[in-house]
């Protein structure tokens, strides 16, 4: 990387991707309940955040690191940008959500405005409910700070007076159980036609001085405890490395506190008590003006089940080149086929499955499993499959992050059954999305196969933009049957004919069909690059673009999330603009398009242009050759989101974004017109189709 050029920070640029999509809570065009859960998703985000990102920055500024990865500058930055963010959010709460709520008779009580009716049966659902489940502990040397778990609820309390034994401990904590739900409809004959909640919080506030008799309640607050989370094994250590996992899981929810969110009142003395308990400087205390955990406002969208104040219903078409087809096999074998989700549905990937398990002529059956949810259906047909004597082999990435208990669970569950589990290559996640089906027709063997570039989890699949890829290719499935191999022998790296996997070659060939377009447009010839996916963070690669552009090519970047390439700096990335788009789904799919002369090149992955997926996952790249497949993917994934204007955010040379030029309901929304398309209405993403309009798209 030039020395003179300094990248954009990656943590940095985490939280800007974070703004974007808080900004869906702060417009009025969205539904209202919709705009409650986009603003509990980024608290979720940012729950992640802390977990995994926080600690090696906060250590940096405990030793007070001034070069390197992490330093203690680095670290005051970005809490400095993260109490920007949640100080935005809860904005966001107090001065719009909440007064909109209010508007439509759906309002969360407090006890100063409570009617005496509705202090009475709250002090019975207290008493009946909650108070049996509350354990206080007063702190003295025999009963030290007990353990808070990762996220959990809890109240830190200054009594007044003395105790049964005539001692003055003054400090008691408060730990909420999770099994009690944080917000609580009352009954409608208290709500006088409206919808009235009740959170947890205030309810234990309103009566927490029955849980401490004889004693005063002079200071209180709620705190909650954010823990690094990230679970990390030595696999060259370890004899099994789904017992270590186990392990780890019993000691995720206690690992190293990197925040401490406290109420806006909190008194001093009880936050300075708290910082020194947890280790923390003052840049990790949070004071915020609501609930401590805005996840869980998330419960209030069921709760008062408004549909009216959502998205109106969306149920995806089922893809039109499997329709009409009595076997799915007989349709892949006429040729590849290409399913674009959410806007088709994910049953096709689950129709196949069902068609493999029941045909007597299927085989085998592999298959890697990285997210699948805690029930699905997918694993239930792989058991199946078991059952009626396939072979089954399935590539469990046990390190799935924060997915890691629920992989266990299916790898013990199909061993259970007779399927060959295996976890991949030591000291890599399996990354890449696969299914390969061998079937037997006459007296040869036939596979068939499925890549993606998103997971198999049929709940996400609704909500996630990705591509699934229906293969009968011998190239192809040959290429996946070597994979398989290599991951479950751990046998020599793979020559592949056709697919590029990574850690071994996939950073390099793209850094190649990188430096070609910039060496055509040096030529005078075209030089073009559109490239779609969720975090552009690999130095190399960013080094490989900046390098075409300065050379003339033209290149746009789609990227979702993180980008640490500064975009539209003059002399630098004059040719290089960065877009993000934010909408009703997550944006997932990764396309790589490559325009180098007269040739063009279209790859779909499963990876992002991380360094981690280019050098520490098993990931892979296929190219897309057939015509009609390359012009739709062309036109659906990358060209329609250049012509966006009510979704996409484009970056400024300081890493800012701009937001979009349009309202939501403007014609050039991507994903609403994809919507239409696959309603059958005819509606077409981008106004315009051919493939040569992405090179015409450079200015």
């Known amino acids: ?178 099994t009690i739900p944080r917000l609580i409809h009352m009954p409608p004959q208290l709500c006088g036609g409206q919808d009235l909640l009740v959170s947890l919080p205030s309810i234990i506030r309103a009566h927490l001085d029955s849980l401490f008799p004889n004693r005063v309640v002079e200071q209180l607050s709620q705190f909650r405890i954010t823990r690094h989370s990230d679970l990390a094994v030595d696999e060259d250590d370890m004899n099994n490395l789904r017992m270590a996992l186990r392990e780890g899981l019993q000691q995720r929810h206690f690992g190293k506190a990197v925040r401490a969110e406290v109420s806006s009142n909190c008194p001093p003395e009880l936050a300075q008590l708290l910082c020194h308990q947890f280790n923390l400087p003052a840049e990790s205390l949070y004071r915020v003006h609501g609930p401590v955990n805005l996840v869980r406002m998330g419960m209030l969208i069921d709760l008062v089940n408004k549909p009216q104040f959502l998205f109106p219903p969306y149920v995806p078409s089922y893809p039109k080149a499997l329709r009409g087809s009595e076997s799915m096999f007989d349709r892949i074998r006429e040729g590849d086929v290409l399913v674009h989700q959410p806007f088709e549905s994910f ?79 030591v000291g890599m996640k399996t990354h890449a999305k696969m299914l390969l089906i061998t079937r037997r027709e006459g007296r040869k063997l036939k596979r068939y196969g499925h890549l993606s570039t998103g997971n198999y989890n049929p709940r996400t699949a609704r909500l996630y933009t990705d591509l699934s890829y229906f293969t009968a290719d011998d190239a192809l499935t040959g290429d996946m049957q070597k994979v398989f191999v290599h991951l479950a022998s751990q046998s020599e790296i793979p020559a592949l004919s056709r697919m590029v996997m990574a850690p071994y070659r996939l950073q390099q060939h793209m850094v190649q069909r990188i430096a070609q377009a910039g060496r055509a447009a040096a030529a005078g010839k075209r030089g073009r690059i559109v490239a779609k996916m969720n975090a552009l963070t690999d130095e190399v690669l960013i080094q490989a673009l900046l390098d075409a552009g300065r050379k003339g090519a033209q290149i746009d970047l789609i990227v979702r999330g993180a980008c640490m390439l500064p975009a539209q700096l003059e002399g630098v990335s004059d040719h290089i603009r960065v877009r993000s788009i934010i909408g009703r789904f997550l944006e997932h799919s990764r396309v790589f398009y490559f325009g180098i002369d007269e040739a063009e090149h279209l790859y779909l992955s499963s990876a992002d242009w991380m360094n981690r997926n280019m050098l520490r996952r098993i990931e892979l790249a296929w190219p897309v050759t057939e015509p009609q497949l390359k012009a739709r993917i062309i036109d659906e994934c990358l060209l329609a989101y250049l012509y966006d204007e009510a979704l996409s955010w484009q970056m400024r040379p300081d890493g800012s974004y701009a937001p979009p030029s349009a309202p939501l309901d403007a014609p050039r929304n991507v994903q609403r017109a994809l919507m239409d398309r696959y309603r059958g209405n005819g509606s077409k993403p981008s106004g315009k189709t051919g493939r040569k309009v992405v090179a015409r798209k450079a200015r």
Do not use: C
């Not at 689950?350 to 949810?373: C, F, H, M, S, W």
């Open 1 to 178: 990387m030039s020395s003179s050029l300094v990248l954009l920070d990656r943590d940095e640029s985490i939280l800007e991707f974070n703004a974007r999509v808080l900004d869906w809570a702060a417009r009025d065009e969205v539904p209202l309940l919709e705009r409650i859960r986009f603003l509990t998703i980024v608290s979720s985000n940012l729950d992640e955040f802390f977990e995994v990102r926080m600690a090696e920055l906060l250590d940096a500024a405990q030793n007070h690191i001034i070069e390197g990865d992490f330093t203690e500058q680095q670290y005051r930055q970005v809490s400095a940008k993260a109490h920007d963010l949640v100080a935005r959010q809860y904005d966001i709460l107090r001065d719009q959500l909440s007064p909109a709520l209010e508007a439509h008779g759906i309002s969360i009580v407090s006890h100063a405005r409570r009617t005496p009716e509705q202090r009475t049966w709250v002090k019975q659902f207290f008493e009946s409910q909650v108070k049996p489940l509350l354990l206080p502990v007063s702190l003295d040397p025999a009963h030290p700070f007990p353990q808070v778990a990762n996220k959990s609820l809890n109240f830190i309390v200054k009594l007044g007076g003395q105790d049964a034994l005539g001692r003055s401990n003054s400090i008691a904590i408060l730990k909420v159980p999770r």
């Open 347 to 425: 049953d096709a990937v689950l129709d196949l499955l069902r068609e493999a398990v029941n045909d007597p002529n299927v085989l085998a059956i592999k298959q890697t499993i990285y997210r699948t949810g805690s029930d699905s259906e997918l694993m239930t047909l792989l058991r199946d499959a078991v059952r009626r004597g396939k072979e089954v082999t399935a590539l469990v990435e046990l390190k799935a992050r924060f997915d890691e208990e629920a992989n266990i669970n299916w790898a013990e569950k199909l061993e259970s059954v007779g399927a060959q589990v295996v976890y991949g290559v």
